[in-house]
């Protein structure tokens, strides 16, 4: 798809189709909903972050919200390389002397009033997060260098960041932060409710495996490990792919190798005892 913006043809992206189904948890994406919410004509949506370990679910609820909307969502990957242009618009060299300008992800939420996700926000640059600054302020437009045009955002576009607390990231500075706001944190889920997320992403999971798998997470959570239910995930799958489809009738020693390799060592100390 291609739309004009002052005589320049922009190519648009895809939105991401993923599925996903968010468990649980309401009252975070209570929130993430209510940040966008839009009360009054005067009202502006915020642009809220989503903060929380890895493996905590921050794109899964990102985009289950957008999906609330019942908008296309797009995902932007942002990375330590992510440029100012990569954010908004790259040229791209189309036959002799002539360029194809691409909208990003971004962009193309902008223009289509979809939601945009921009996951893992934290790895990228205070330059390329500069190129937004006019975005998530109340001029919510962007200015794109490399095709000289001026985009506005559709009145139903929303934006929301991922962020986690690992090393590889930057510091944002303060002018940035204080435009994602309100900050949600999302944090390990209460028993049934991990549960109910192991159930959702393995269907055909056994009881007595997501039991015990859900055991071991309660406990590494009340440690404050690091390890989240993606991990649980892996686990779950491995110790079944192990047992070859067939029936576990929970073996202590599957499970436990599949704990110790998809962790490590350290995380034995969590497996439930016999
Ligand atoms: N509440 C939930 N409902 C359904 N699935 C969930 C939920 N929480 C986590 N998951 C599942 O856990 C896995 C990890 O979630 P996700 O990728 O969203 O985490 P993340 O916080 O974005 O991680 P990272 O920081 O590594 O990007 C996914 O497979 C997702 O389906
Ligand atoms: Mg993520």
Redesign the pocket.
């Known amino acids: 798809m291609i739309v004009e913006i002052e005589g320049i043809p922009l190519h648009l992206a895809h939105p991401d189709e993923l599925p996903?189904?968010?468990?649980?948890?309401e009252e975070v994406m209570r929130q993430l909903l209510a940040a966008w919410l839009v009360i009054d004509a005067q009202d502006l949506p915020m642009n809220p972050r989503l903060l929380?370990k890895?493996?905590?679910?921050?794109?899964?609820?990102a985009y289950a919200a957008g999906k609330r909307l019942g908008r296309d969502v797009y995902i932007l990957q942002a990375t330590v390389d992510t440029r100012p242009e990569d954010l908004l618009v790259t040229p791209v060299i189309e036959g002799a002397a002539k360029l194809r300008y691409v909208a990003s992800p971004l962009v193309t939420a902008m223009l289509r009033g979809g939601v945009v996700i921009l996951?893992?926000g934290n790895r990228m640059s205070e330059k390329s997060w500069a190129s937004l600054a006019p975005l998530l302020d109340n001029r919510r437009y962007v200015e794109s260098i490399v095709a000289g045009i001026k985009i506005k955002a559709h009145p139903l576009f929303r934006l929301v960041a991922?962020m986690?607390d690992d090393a590889s990231t930057f510091d944002l500075p303060e002018y940035i932060h204080s435009r994602l706001q309100p900050q949600i944190m999302i944090d390990f889920?209460e028993r049934h409710e991990e549960m109910a997320?192991l159930r959702?992403?393995l269907p055909f999971g056994e009881d007595q495996v997501l039991d015990y798998v859900t055991e071991f997470l309660q406990q590494a959570h009340m440690a404050d490990e690091r390890y989240?239910?993606?991990d649980g995930?892996n686990i779950a799958r491995f110790a079944m792919k192990l047992a070859n489809g067939n029936s576990l009738t929970l073996n202590h020693d599957l499970m436990r190798v599949a704990i110790l390799q998809t962790l490590g060592e350290e995380a034995l100390r969590y497996a439930p005892g016999r």
């Open positions: 996903v189904t968010w468990v649980g948890q929380g890895p493996g905590v679910g921050k794109t899964t609820l996951d893992e991922t986690n889920p997320i959702e992403n989240t239910v993606r995930v």
